[in-house]
Antibody, heavy 117, light 109 residues
């Protein structure tokens, strides 16, 4: 079964970038469709983007286009999400999750990113 | 953009009671791509239902999903203490590709 383990919490200043990792075990990255979802404190879930196997492309939610980059390193079985030009509103828990039948399962444990001056 | 609206915002029930949670879409959603999640404090969401009515692996049969088009329902037949959590619906389809409802908090009465 797929297991996803994410990197630890980060504290960043406004304007900086953050890169969150998600290590996969149980399957190879090429067999999976990896996505990223975030959750601001006390708020709901927000899809940021992910790999679309139908198109063979990584798609990003319009809200994050130009600021987010999702990559994969198959040699280390690790997916990455980098978000740039951070602002306080980007303070959130960031989750990786694999797409399965249009849903997300399983999920990583989450990475808290705090943006504060 | 498809907007998912969940109701009620908060549902107060007692263990043993039946819970009915609603998810309404602003446009028709393919039943194949409507999912429900449970999230407890400090934890990642857990997939409960996919394809509107199919239970994910390991999900107890007290959880059931139904609906089609724009109206979907998650039913918990007899609430157990561990079922009190926040529940989200999610759709896959039109741009943006994936959207979530705002959540329903199921709390102990």
């Amino acid at each position: 079964q797929v297991q996803l383990v994410q990197s630890g919490a980060e504290v960043k200043k406004p304007g900086a970038s953050v890169k969150v990792s998600c290590k996969v075990s149980g399957y190879t990255l090429t067999e999976l469709s990896m996505h990223w979802v975030r959750q601001a404190p006390g708020k709901g879930l927000e899809w940021m983007g992910g790999f679309d196997p139908e198109d063979g492309e990584t798609l990003y939610a319009q809200k994050f286009q130009g600021r987010v980059t999702m990559t994969e390193d198959t040699s280390t079985h690790t997916a990455y999400m980098e978000l740039s030009s951070l602002r306080s509103e980007d303070t959130a828990v960031y989750y990786c999750a694999t797409r399965w039948r249009g849903a997300f399962d399983p999920w990583g444990q989450g990475t808290l990113v705090t943006v504060s001056s | 953009e498809i907007v998912l609206t969940q109701s009620p915002g908060t549902l107060s029930l007692s263990p043993g009671e039946r819970a009915t949670l609603s998810c309404r879409a602003s446009q028709s959603v393919s039943s194949s791509y409507l999912a429900w999640y449970q999230q407890k404090p400090g934890q990642a969401p857990r997939l409960l239902i996919y394809g509107a009515s199919f239970r994910a692996t390991g999900i107890p049969d007290r959880f059931s999903g139904s609906g089609s088009g724009t109206d979907f329902t998650l039913t918990i037949s007899r609430l157990e203490p561990e079922d009190f959590a926040v529940y989200y619906c999610q759709q896959y389809g039109s741009s943006p590709m994936y959207t979530f409802g705002q959540g329903t908090k199921l709390e102990i009465k």
